[in-house]
């Protein structure tokens, strides 16, 4: 019997070090767990689930039992999981303003919010959850770091290469911050430009704004070429991918009209495009007038057979906004316009007639 009885409490005594590998989620409510996390020193981690999400109980059946998970997240955090749609969950889904799932919070023991993973489940263990939340926790350490001030080389070597593969939009700020007192020459070395060619998409930034202010000294450093397709490239990239959305199309157009100046190739009909989608879209029916303008003189001022279809593309939904008289004149000059350009583009625009013509 005494066997027996020590056979039984060595299974007991195993199957718990086994359950003790994983991660060590306590029954606690938030209240407690954010009182123990000020008691022992170490943040708040919560799971927010659903019953319902599917990668939420994956992550409770294969990933948290991980023993990589435990050796982690029990040395590091107070680990809590809450339903956010049921008890003190739909509060704490409010205030942190969860609405994907799962979603891991990192808080500070005073319940304030020390960063988050949204969405943050993995698929197969091969993806190295724990590492995934490391590299959040790291991000958050160091833009601490940088908000207190440092500026050193070696930190911000190491942050921005840091912020290339995991916010661009924190890089974007950094790197107009910090690089904007460089100076064009210095801006121009290898290093600085690849940096700005490569990551700075966003046109408003300081940085971004000092190449457009400046391009005439940057092209005696690097050739008019480069400093024309990162400056080209990036007002079409914002088009194309804001065009639907609230865009500052005036404001554009103003320095599309400076880079016609000085023959930036495709500034014009990317001008017209802009000009097209803010009076269409808008249904500024007093300017159908400026797109008839632009028809009549298309030929002349683009002869590039793709940008003046880009151009043309742009008139989607034009018969909603002009009245049957401006659209039998857009017709007269969108024929005009096809009579010399290749077959397949005279078809979409013969498409684009026929269209005006159902109305």
Known sequence: MKFIYLISLLICLTGNCIAQEGTNFEDLTFKEALAKSKQTGKKLFIDCHTKTCGPCKYMVKFI??????????????ICIMKDMQEGEGIDIAKKYNVKMYPTYLILNHDGSLYCRLDGGAVSKPEDDFVQKVKNVVKLTEMKLQYEKGDRSDAFLKEYIAFLQTRDKK???????????????????????????????????????????????????????????????????????????????????????????????????????????????????????????KVLQNL?????????????????????????????????????????????????????????????
């Open 64 to 77: 948290f039992p991980l023993k990589e998970c435990g050796e982690y997240f029990n040395s590091n955090y």
């Open 170 to 292: 924190q890089l974007q700020e950094v790197l107009s911050e910090t690089m904007l007192s460089l100076g064009v020459n210095r801006l121009c070395k290898p290093e600085n430009w690849n940096l700005i060619k490569n990551e700075i998409g966003n046109i408003d930034l300081p940085l971004f704004r000092y190449l457009v202010n400046n391009r005439k000294a940057f092209s005696r450093q690097l050739g008019q070429e480069k400093v024309e397709d990162k400056i080209m490239n990036t007002y079409s990239n914002e088009f194309r991918m804001m065009k639907m959305m609230d865009m500052d199309f005036d404001s554009r157009m103003q320095d599309l009209k400076q880079f016609e100046k000085d023959n930036y190739k495709g500034a014009r009909s990317l001008r017209y495009c802009m000009l097209f989608r803010q009076i269409i879209n808008n249904k500024q029916t007093k300017r159908v007038g400026e797109i008839l």
């Open 299 to 359: 030929p002349k001022q683009i002869q590039n057979e793709q940008e003046l279809m880009n151009v043309l593309q742009e008139l989607q939904n034009f018969e909603r906004t002009a009245t049957p008289a401006q659209q039998k004149e857009a017709c007269f000059y969108l024929q005009e316009i096809a009579k010399n350009l290749q077959p397949e583009n005279s078809s979409r625009i013969n498409n684009i007639i026929a269209r005006f013509s159902k109305e």
